[in-house]
């Protein structure tokens, strides 16, 4: 396997810290997004901890630039998973067993050991597969409004599922738009995100749309996220015996932040409390934690949800050293 190549983007971090990498996988090469540790945390201490990040079903590596902000003395490595992101040509087919060879091809070209596992929702399905074929390399699991079975009728139509685990309907995932900045007008009017937009919301909503040419030569902005890729694994989100299983055998320790509202900012979230509650009897290792003041988006995408998810990766790291 070539080794994976670096370069320095563009980025509202510091310039040292982020860097992109392309790693080779099935059928091409992924996307990698890499925020080394602040040089003033490192300084003298022991090697800095690794997170490896999994982004949300729609979502790409940028979602994580809060967290790195919040978590400096960090190691950071996130991947634009396939079908998303700079990773948006990688052919099928899709689905989480496919998500879970690409994170390991990440794993082994980055030689990546005693690993921070966090995921948010598809990420989290994701890195419970990552974590029962490499048990031993992880040291906790960080699950992000995410992980346990979403409850949908048999029925629901593909249009429907996706508008169900994406918040917006999917003529909306496949969206054309006139410029960038019409398109982070969409997500500033979002009731999701109507009070925590900032500059890193900005240079991530940039980061999700590509330019191309329409079919009156005009150019327009569309999702760079692939359609198929995101009705694909929307259907995998939904209870299945695999997913409990993972749950059940996942290695401690095992956390699940759940966010008080949902994709619009309704309460409550996307986990009603009643199947948590079920959930922490069939799973009695899983420590659960509900954040407030957040939804499923900014419990990753404000400060006040990244610093939640520093804090529980950081007293977790802590607490393996005693």
Not at 167 to 190: I, Y
Not at 275 to 304: A, K
């Amino acid at each position: 396997m070539p080794a994976p190549t670096s370069v320095e983007t563009s980025s509202s971090q510091p310039v040292d810290r982020h860097v992109t990498k392309d790693i080779a996988v099935r059928g091409g090469v992924m996307r990698v997004g890499e925020w080394s540790p602040a040089p003033l945390q490192t300084a003298g201490s022991e090697p800095a901890a690794v997170v490896l990040a999994l982004h949300s079903l729609a979502g790409a590596h940028l979602s994580w630039a809060w967290l790195a902000d919040q978590l400096p003395e960090a190691r950071i490595v996130a991947p634009d998973l396939r079908g998303r992101g700079l990773s948006a040509d990688l052919p099928g087919p899709y689905g989480i067993d496919e998500h879970i060879s690409d994170v390991l091809c990440i794993v082994d070209a980055l030689q990546l050991s005693e690993v921070t596992l966090v995921g948010h929702s598809l990420g989290a399905f994701v890195a419970l597969g990552v974590a029962a074929a490499r048990p031993g390399m992880i040291v906790q699991v960080v699950l992000v409004d995410g992980g346990l079975p979403l409850t949908v009728p048999l029925a629901l139509h593909t249009e429907d599922l996706v508008e169900l685990v994406c918040g917006r309907p999917k003529s909306r995932v496949d969206f054309a738009f006139s410029s960038r900045a019409s398109h982070r007008r969409f997500w500033q009017l979002h009731p999701a995100f109507a009070k925590d937009w900032s500059p890193l919301s900005d240079e991530y909503a940039d980061y999700l749309v590509d330019e191309v040419i329409a079919k009156d030569a005009s150019i327009e902005f569309r999702p760079i996220a692939s359609c198929e890729a995101i009705e694909t694994d929307a259907r995998e989100l939904s209870g299945t015996v695999t997913i409990r299983r993972r749950l059940r055998e996942a290695p401690g320790p095992l956390h699940l932040l759940t966010a008080c509202r949902d994709l619009s900012n309704h309460m409550p979230g996307i986990y009603a409390p009643r199947e948590l509650e079920l959930t922490s009897i069939d799973v009695p290792h899983l420590r659960i934690r509900e954040v407030q003041q957040v939804n499923h988006y900014t419990i990753v995408e404000s400060v006040r949800g990244a610093t939640e998810i520093a804090q529980v990766v950081r007293d977790g790291l802590h607490a393996g050293q005693i």
